[in-house]
């Protein structure tokens, strides 16, 4: 078994196919897909997928894009969602500074208080990180949470450490297919129980299918990239990587 810890198979990009999309990723071994909310609207859509498809789940979040248009009672938007039994973690939460979609100190704000509320709810938090390693490790030491994972890891290996030794993970997308070996020294440095993979859909589709929508399928070929750099078998790293994002994400057991 495989598990695409992050996706957004909610657009309408998938309208015609969803099923499709769900039964082919079950067929390529990916049994358990996580669809990742942006915000709260996507939040509900992330659901109603839930409820259609017994192999995906769910996550509910600001994205720091969407922080400047967020209600007042967005916690407790949040909340509603928390205890739903296949809400496995709070997210796609962080911090952006590459687009600047929202004033940074409201992306601050938002990022804070979300991990908090997960915090409070012990669950995993899913962050996004985007040329902001420095406010995004601060938050977490200003929260105290050490309980979260850094989607499309894009850093370098000093964060990668300084993310993993406070207790997070880092997950890998179709992006390391195709950006050369800027990855490389990241990945063979670090260790196996740190890593997940994901595929971000339908963004960074991996090699050789740049140019097309990504689907949950896909993440075998960021497995196989991972098994080239490590030098290790596929089905290793499947396996792993599948223990550890069902280790973090503990309600993908219930």
């Not at 991996?206 to 080239?228: A, C, D, F, T, W």
Request: hydrophobic share 35%; net charge neutral.
């Amino acid at each position: 078994m495989i598990v695409d810890t992050h996706c957004h198979i909610y657009y309408d990009k998938y309208n015609k196919d969803i099923n499709d999309v769900v039964n082919n990723a079950i067929d390529a071994g990916v049994k358990k897909i996580i669809c990742v909310a942006v915000n709260l609207e996507t939040a509900e859509k992330c659901f109603n997928l839930s409820q259609k498809f017994s192999s995906v789940y769910m996550t509910v979040g600001i994205h720091p894009s969407e922080t400047g248009s967020t209600p007042n009672n967005y916690l407790k938007e949040i909340e509603n969602f928390l205890d739903y039994k296949k809400t496995v973690g709070l997210g796609e939460i962080g911090l952006d500074y590459h687009y600047n979609f929202s004033n940074p100190k409201v992306q601050i704000k938002h990022y804070i208080e979300q991990l908090e509320l997960a915090k409070a709810y012990q669950l995993p938090t899913v962050v996004h990180c985007r040329e902001s390693e420095n406010d995004i490790y601060d938050g977490i030491i200003k929260s105290k949470s050490n309980y979260g994972v850094i989607h499309c890891f894009t850093g370098n290996y000093d964060f990668a450490k300084k993310i993993i030794e406070i207790g997070y993970k880092i997950s890998f997308t179709g992006l390391i297919t195709f950006t050369g070996e800027t990855y490389k020294d990241v990945i063979k440095k670090i260790d196996l129980s740190n890593i997940m993979v994901e595929t971000d859909s339908p963004y960074l589709t991996p090699k050789p299918y740049r140019g097309k929508r990504n689907e949950p399928k896909n993440v075998r070929l960021v497995i196989e990239q991972i098994s080239k750099w490590k030098k290790l078998p596929f089905d290793e790293i499947a396996r792993k990587t599948t223990n550890n994002a069902l280790n973090f994400f503990s309600k993908l057991n219930d």
